[in-house]
Each structure stands twice: as structure tokens, then as C-alpha cells.
């Protein structure tokens, strides 16, 4: 347990190095969240919907403020994947599941609390309607938070579950970049999967993209209403056991089968 | 014609080079083809839940859709080495080779790129142009076709102008600058949707800096017969030219840069 956490520590470090490269990033990000709130006001002026506007634009905020937590991935597992020097990693006396867990979970927490905070700061100052909401009770906020840390558990054995497809395939390009539109839909990052069609909400919001941040983000909006929640973070629970479970078991039978490529 | 016809030469050979794993190109085409048909989701959805935007119906919205995807990933298709290859030859010093060349350095920038996984983006763009303006029922004149022809070619040319601004900077900063990717991609988010639904900040902002609603808004608008801010005819050929002006001040700028340029050294 010690070793991972240290693996998690060093990793932490290591993404805070760049902090001015992450500066240009943000306001991009900044500036696509003013762009997407700016056309929902749009559609909104003339066709009132349930849901708020003001929750819609705290959703896009929350989005555009975790995204990094969505798509970061570990180029040097890439890279060893590719060159064969995964077979280094063999001869580590840790779990080589848990020791790329640990290095992507602090790769997620760190870059996207880095760009999330000041993003989410910025959004706090917007006029009504524009920025952030506060959350309606105090509930919302702390089923919210856990909320998220168990979407992050989630989104890290998702990443790895992909992993365990590129060590078979050897080309990340065709598997991520599939896997990363499914992410990007179905988890509310293109559009807020509080405005698909009320009937397909109902399947989307079982699936595990809809844990990672939809989840999180509606109870803290108070979509989600505290009685909900328990229901919520069992369904995110559940998902959470059932993707580690299934990513461990890929990486194991990778491990057997595993081939080193070259030199 | 020497400069067209080595441009040519050097694109049919990329495509030879790119067709040499074909697995691998089929997938990443699938994978392209998956993408923007998920943009093309995200349109419909809006329209199913939200029915118009302002004055413009559904059938308006995906035909401008179309015609932003088809003139993006035109440029993406044609212009990869100055879209996406500059800046890594920048930091690699590959650079350097072409300054030995007795070519002008745009020339063969465009010459060492192409991308021809985007034909599927283009396919669905085509796609959604074709659904967009039977939706909205438009009656194709010579006129029309005329316009939405010159729309895309300026816009190209836009897109192109754009991208080159990234290659600018980065000569002189050496590291790729995300920050242009506000007015590239960020314009490409933005005006997949008509421009007058949008506050006046971001108006002017694609209207005059990065006219993207003088390339593709005017034209479209009047092919959909609602002219745009009700502008007579003549504009809508007109104001597409800025994709040519931006791309020729562009390239002006770019020559000039390129003397500042100092290898990395590698």
C-alpha cells in the first residue's frame, strides 16, 4: 500500500512541474465554456425548458472544469507499450495494475483540480445565468463531492480497461480515440445529458460514463434530490467494483500473454 | 504551375505513404468517420429538444453545420503541414532541412502534409449540407451554388490563414501556442451555429478578427434565403473575400517570420 502511494506522491509532483505550460489551456477552456453557455442562452430565449439555465451553464462549467479528469492519459505507459519496455515493469515487486492506478489517478486529481479551480473561480465571478450556481443544500455539496471522488475511481479503471485493449492491439490511435468519443458523449461533455431526450436519459444515466461527472454534477445541482443520493452512489459504487474487477482480470491474462517488441 | 504541380506530386505520394498500413488507415478513418458523426448527434439532439434557434429552423442549423465540417476538414485534408505538422518541425529542427531547398518554405510546408482520414468528416459534412438544405427547402439557382462554391473556398483559405498565426507565433516561441486554438477550433465550436444568436463580444470576434461569419454566414443565410442583418445581394459575394485577405496578409506575415527563425539546434 506504501508503494502505491508513494507512486501516487511522485506523480502528483510531477504534474504540478508545469504549471505555466497549463496557463494557455485554460483560458482556451475558459473560452469554449463561454461559447457553448452562450449558444444554450440562445436555444433558451425562445424555447424554455425544465431545467434552468443557470443549471446548464453550472453543468458546462463543472465539465469544462474537470475534462482533464475525462481524458488525461499516461504517455509513458504509451510509450513503453509500443517499444516493449513494459517488460521493465515485470520486474517491480508491486502490482503492475495498481501501480499504473495509482500513477493515472494522480495524473487525473492533479491536472484537473489545477485547471479546475481557477476555471471554476473565474466562473463564481460571472453575472447570474453565466457562471456557477451554489449548490441548493448543503447535502448536495457533500454527496456531490463524493460524488466525484468515486466518478475519478471510475474514470481511472476505465483508463485502464483501455490500456489493457492497447497492449493488445499495440496502436492506441483507432481503440482511444473510440473510447474517447464514447467519453466525451455519453458521460455529458458535448452536451449536458440533461438535455438528451428524456427517454434515452433514462438508459444513459446507468452507464458508467454517466458516473464519472453527470452524477456528481446533477446532485450538486440539486437535479438529483438528497433522497436520491444513497441510490446514486450505490449505482457509482457498483460500477466503480465492476470496472476495477474486469480491468484487473484483462491486465492479468495480458500479463501471460504479453510480447516484448525487440530490442 | 512548377509550385502546383510539385504540390500535387507531393500529395499523391502522402497518399501512397499513408496507404501503406491499410488496417490501420481504415480504422482511424472508422474512428474519424465515428467522431464527427457524434458532433452531427450532438446537432440533431438540440434540434430534436429545442426545435429553432432564434429565426433559424432545424433544417437551417444542420446546413450550417455541413458547411463548417466541409470547409474544416477540407483544410485538415489538404493543409495538415501547416494545420498540424508545423509546429513539431519547429521544435525538431526538420525545419532546417527545407530552408536548404531551393522552394519558397510555405511551399513545401504544404507539400510535406496531408491527412486523408478526414474524408469521412467531409463525407458527413456533405451529408449534413444535402439534409440540410432539403429540410429547409432550398431552391438551388446557378447563383446559389455559385455562392456556397466561393463559401468554402474562402473559407478554406480562412481556416488556413488561422492555422498559420499558430506557425508564426511559434517560430519565435519554439513551443506550440494552445492559446490560438481559441480562434481556430474555438471558431469552429462556435460557428457550426449561425452568428446572430451570439452576443456582441463574440459578434464582432468572428465577425471582424477571425471572420468566419463573413466566409460562411453570408452566403449560407442567403442560400437558406434569410439574408443575414438583411444585407442586399452583392455582400454575399463580397464578404467572403476576407478568407483570401486574411490568408494573403497571412502568408506576407508568415515570410517575414520566418527570417526570425533560429534552429533548435538538434
Redesign the interface.
Given at each position: 500500500m506504501k508503494a502505491y502511494l508513494t507512486v501516487f506522491r511522485m506523480r502528483n509532483r510531477m504534474e504540478l512541474q508545469y504549471r505555466g505550460?497549463v496557463i494557455?489551456?485554460i483560458?482556451?477552456q475558459m473560452?469554449?465554456g463561454?461559447?457553448?453557455i452562450?449558444?444554450y442562452r440562445?436555444?433558451?430565449?425562445?424555447?424554455p425548458?425544465a431545467i434552468p439555465i443557470e443549471h446548464v451553464s453550472c453543468y458546462v462549467w463543472m465539465q469544462q472544469a474537470f475534462f482533464r479528469m475525462l481524458v488525461a492519459t499516461d504517455p509513458d505507459l504509451l510509450d513503453k507499450i509500443r517499444s516493449g519496455n513494459i517488460s521493465y515493469d515485470l520486474c517491480r515487486p508491486v502490482d503492475m495494475y495498481w501501480f499504473y492506478y495509482a500513477r493515472i489517478m494522480a495524473q487525473k486529481l492533479m491536472g484537473s483540480l489545477m485547471r479546475g479551480i481557477p476555471m471554476l473561480v473565474f466562473a463564481a465571478i460571472l453575472p447570474k445565468g453565466w457562471g456557477v450556481t451554489t449548490p441548493t443544500t448543503f447535502c448536495g455539496l457533500i454527496t456531490g463531492l463524493v460524488g466525484l471522488f468515486l466518478g475519478l475511481v471510475c474514470m481511472c479503471a476505465l483508463e485502464n480497461i483501455t490500456m489493457a485493449f492497447t497492449m493488445r492491439t499495440l496502436?492506441p490511435?483507432?481503440m482511444q480515440?473510440?473510447m474517447n468519443?464514447l467519453m466525451?458523449?455519453m458521460s455529458g461533455n458535448?452536451?449536458p445529458l440533461t438535455?438528451?431526450?428524456d427517454s434515452w436519459q433514462k438508459v444513459i444515466t446507468m452507464l458508467p460514463y454517466a458516473q464519472l461527472l453527470d452524477g456528481p454534477i446533477r446532485l450538486y445541482t440539486g437535479e438529483y434530490v438528497p433522497a436520491d443520493a444513497p441510490r446514486i452512489l450505490l449505482v457509482q459504487g457498483i460500477w466503480a467494483v465492476a470496472l476495477i474487477i474486469t480491468g484487473y482480470a484483462m491486465w492479468n491474462a495480458n500479463r501471460k500473454r504479453i510480447i516484448v517488441q525487440g530490442g | 504551375m512548377n509550385t502546383i504541380h510539385l504540390y500535387l506530386r507531393s500529395m499523391a505520394m502522402l497518399l501512397k505513404s499513408h496507404l501503406q498500413y491499410p488496417t490501420s488507415f481504415f480504422m482511424q478513418t472508422l474512428a474519424q468517420l465515428v467522431m464527427e458523426g457524434g458532433e452531427l448527434m450532438v446537432v440533431i439532439l438540440v434540434v430534436d429538444r429545442f426545435e429553432n434557434l432564434g429565426r433559424w429552423a432545424g433544417g437551417n442549423l444542420y446546413f450550417f453545420f455541413g458547411l463548417m465540417s466541409v470547409s474544416f476538414y477540407l483544410t485538415e485534408l489538404f493543409g495538415r503541414g501547416i494545420t498540424g505538422d508545423f509546429p513539431s518541425m519547429v521544435r525538431t529542427g526538420k525545419l532546417d532541412t527545407l530552408l536548404l531547398r531551393p522552394r519558397g518554405i510555405l511551399t513545401q510546408v504544404f507539400c510535406s502534409g496531408m491527412d486523408p482520414r478526414r474524408i469521412t468528416c467531409i463525407g458527413v459534412g456533405v451529408a449534413a449540407l444535402v439534409m440540410g438544405s432539403i429540410k429547409s427547402g432550398v431552391e438551388w439557382s446557378f447563383l446559389k451554388a455559385l455562392a456556397l462554391c466561393e463559401s468554402i473556398v474562402m473559407s478554406c483559405l480562412l481556416i488556413l490563414g488561422l492555422f498559420m498565426i499558430e506557425g508564426i507565433l511559434c517560430i519565435h516561441s519554439v513551443k506550440s501556442v494552445e492559446l490560438v486554438n481559441a480562434i481556430t477550433y474555438g471558431g469552429r465550436s462556435a460557428c457550426q451555429y449561425p452568428i446572430d444568436v451570439f452576443p456582441r463580444p463574440l459578434r464582432i470576434l468572428f465577425s471582424v478578427v477571425a471572420p468566419f461569419a463573413m466566409t460562411m454566414h453570408v452566403p449560407a443565410a442567403y442560400i437558406l434565403g434569410k439574408p443575414l442583418y438583411g444585407w442586399p445581394l452583392w455582400t454575399v459575394f463580397v464578404t467572403p473575400l476576407s478568407g483570401v485577405v486574411v490568408f494573403f496578409i497571412m502568408t506576407i506575415l508568415f515570410n517575414k517570420g520566418i527570417k526570425f527563425y533560429r534552429s533548435t539546434g538538434s
Open positions: 505550460a494557455g489551456g483560458i482556451c473560452f469554449f463561454l461559447i457553448l452562450a449558444l440562445a436555444l433558451y430565449a425562445g424555447n425548458q496502436d490511435r483507432g480515440s473510440l468519443l466525451v458523449t458535448l452536451l438535455l438528451f431526450p | -
